[in-house]
């Protein structure tokens, strides 16, 4: 595979479960980023890591714990969610931070909390 | 803060037909501006980027060009087709920071 892929593409789980998401990129790259689409408003930046280390925490609730065990590698651990958390969740990686480095998106994980 | 409107927030027009989707942004000491695609329940398609240095990216029937003491960047689509079909976002990287501020995007129809 190429790219930037995200496992589910659809979840479902209720407020007391728990859950991750996953993201793999297959681009050599060294940053990785969640962002949060929720219906009608921008892209919600959630964190960002370089090199696995996390460099970026968007004043994001505790119960999203992100983790990077590697550079190719990112996911999004959720428990204890709202129904608000309902949205769609987007992984990017790019080459690094900075300079004139294009941002690559996975498919999203459409998530909805009952 | 960087802030980035878009305009208009909607958009249907019939085949064929030469558009101009809108961004602007607060803050012109800006390092790129990209352009993406997304489709309903998709994630992002970069189309074009363009560096703080330059005037204009083509690709295609796609042009986009930037003037930074405007805080203004335009989206040009030629000969729309229904495949162009989509909701377009901006981007914008200020100076100093690696994260972009979008915007919340322009919702094309074409119909056939």
């Known amino acids: 595979e190429t790219g930037v892929t995200q496992t589910p593409r659809h979840l479902v789980m209720g407020m007391t479960n728990k859950k991750s998401l996953k993201c793999e990129q297959h681009?050599?790259?060294?940053?990785m980023y969640w962002y949060k689409q929720s219906a009608k408003k921008p892209l919600e930046l959630m964190f960002v890591y370089s090199l696995e280390e996390r460099v970026e925490n968007n004043s994001v609730p505790s119960r999203f714990s992100p983790e990077c065990p590697n550079s190719s590698h990112l996911f999004l651990h959720l428990h204890t969610l709202q129904p608000e958390d309902s949205a769609l969740y987007l992984c990017?990686?790019?080459?690094?931070?900075?300079?004139?480095?294009?941002?690559?998106f996975g498919p999203g994980t459409r998530l909805t909390v009952l | 803060k960087q802030e980035v409107t878009q305009i208009p927030a909607a958009l249907s027009v019939p085949e064929g037909e030469n558009l101009v989707l809108n961004c602007s942004f607060t803050?012109?000491?800006?390092?790129?501006l990209q352009w993406f695609r997304q489709d309903p329940g998709k994630g992002l398609t970069s189309l074009l980027l363009?560096?703080?240095?330059?005037r204009e990216q083509t690709s295609g029937r796609l042009n986009a060009s930037l003037d930074k003491s405007s805080g203004r960047s335009t989206l040009y689509i030629a000969a729309s087709q229904p495949g162009d079909s989509a909701t377009y976002l901006c981007a914008v990287r200020s100076g100093g920071s690696y994260i972009p501020t979008f915007g919340r995007g322009t919702s094309l129809i074409v119909h056939p």
């Open positions: 681009l050599g790259h060294n940053a």
């Open positions: 990017a990686s790019s080459h690094a931070l900075g300079g004139d480095n294009e941002q690559f």
């Open positions: 363009i560096q703080s240095s330059q």
């Open positions: 803050d012109s000491a800006i390092y790129n």
